[in-house]
């Protein structure tokens, strides 16, 4: 079992940017792939991006892609979500999973470990 801890989160101007952090505890996350997702007031959760295992590869929701990068240090056990030109509509609680299987990582039940979110506010 792992458990998944996220930080970083905050407020923050429209064009701005963050770093949200990761950081895992219970086994070496280098076994799991590792996804971000988002969920805002009254929707439901959308995958944002994820990295297989190796890092090698990365994958991203068509909102994000270009302003959003992960990324991950399997030395650090610890996953990174960069977010540069935040816009107000990316305003929701972000979460990190992990994934054994690392199929299919941009859905939410192909994820085993869940953290409990970290807000993310983006004023205009």
Known sequence: QVQLVESGGGLVQAGGSL????AASGRTLSIYAMGW?????????????????????????????GRFTISRDNAKNTVYLQMNSLKPEDTAVYYCAASKSGAYLNRNREYDYWGQG???TVSS
């Open 118 to 120: 970290t807000q993310v």
């Open 19 to 22: 770093r949200l952090s990761c």
């Open 37 to 65: 997702f988002r969920q805002a007031p009254g929707k439901e959760r959308e995958f944002v991006v994820a990295i297989n295992k190796s890092g090698r590869n990365t994958y991203s929701a068509d909102s994000v892609r």
